[in-house]
């Protein structure tokens, strides 16, 4: 069983998102599908149950994965240690939220590894409050993330991209027959909330302060929320983007009127910046 395709494994474990996990890990997604195979006919079991949206981890998977990782960690020590690999290629720790790698960031990140080759990457996803708290333990070189109670004296925050929200409803749903839907539609609905995105909340705010949701339901997975959605469970509010490449059948997608916007930042510690946040905001404004 090779080891990089354990790496893999691990990899798509996280995003469970097979052109995601590709992206980050800059093979082919029929690549790494005949590599995840590969593994699961060594070991006799699924590690995956699949669907067009993505995959999910089997019972047998989410039992592996915790060997996998250890696999993985054990060869990243050997390397550095015993081959003294860590002097030569630097690990860059890169925090980020679900969502960034559907706003072009993959093709980004692409051309800045080529010129600057001599890093290894590391991705880390996890939600906004995740990702705070990695950077803050310095396990974290940078994080793409919403603007999510970031102390602006500790952290510098450079825009990256933004998106407008929309709202996910089951299909039957009377406000399924609006081509638009104002904020006032929403007050009487169950929200389903996404836990990685606490942010959104403020955007919601800022556009209306008398507007509130209290989720009776929260989840920390899109696949998850979507199902919750198309069986009538309550309605959820994502950005666009999100919500049109991860949308099934039985859902739909209308935009909030007036636009609402959800931002997303790069931030990096004021003091004591690392050499790749500062090369990598450098390569960000152009």
Not at 60 to 76: H, N, R, T
Not at 99 to 107: E, S
Not at 175 to 200: G, Q
Not at 249 to 268: K, L
Request: proline share 5%; with cysteine; charged share 25%.
């Amino acid at each position: 069983m090779e080891l990089n395709y354990i790496n893999e494994f691990v990899v798509l474990a996280r995003v469970l998102h097979f052109q995601e996990a590709a992206d980050l890990l800059f093979i082919g997604q029929s690549s790494l599908s005949k590599h995840i195979k590969s593994i699961e006919t060594d070991l006799g079991e699924d590690l995956f149950i699949r669907s067009k949206k993505g995959a999910v981890l089997s019972d047998f998977g989410k039992a592996w994965l915790p060997y996998a990782e250890q696999m993985v960690s054990i060869q990243k020590e050997y390397t550095q240690n015993l081959l003294g690999r860590e002097s030569e290629a630097p690990e860059v720790n890169i925090g980020y939220i679900p969502l960034v790698t559907l706003y072009n960031f993959m093709p980004f990140f692409k051309d800045y590894k080529k010129q600057h080759p001599h890093c290894q990457y590391s991705f880390l996803q996890g939600s906004e409050k995740d990702l705070l708290d990695w950077l803050q333990q310095k396990k974290a070189d940078f994080i793409l993330t919403g603007n999510y109670d970031i102390p602006e004296d500790l952290y510098h925050q450079q825009f990256y991209t933004c998106d407008t929200l929309s709202v996910v409803i089951p299909e039957s749903h009377p406000l399924a027959r609006k081509k638009s839907i104002l904020l006032e539609d929403l007050k009487a609905e169950v929200l389903i909330e996404f836990r990685h995105m606490s942010s959104l909340r403020s955007c919601l705010r800022k556009a209306d302060p008398t507007f509130d949701l209290h989720p009776s339901i929260s989840v920390d997975r899109a696949s998850v929320l979507f199902d919750l959605v198309q069986k009538g469970m309550g309605v959820s509010i994502l950005t666009h983007n999100m919500a049109s490449h991860l949308e099934i059948e039985g859902t739909v997608i209308r935009p909030i009127t007036p636009d609402i916007f959800y931002e997303i930042y790069m931030v990096y510690p004021i003091r004591k910046t690392p050499l790749v946040a500062r090369e990598f905001a450098a390569f960000l404004k152009g």
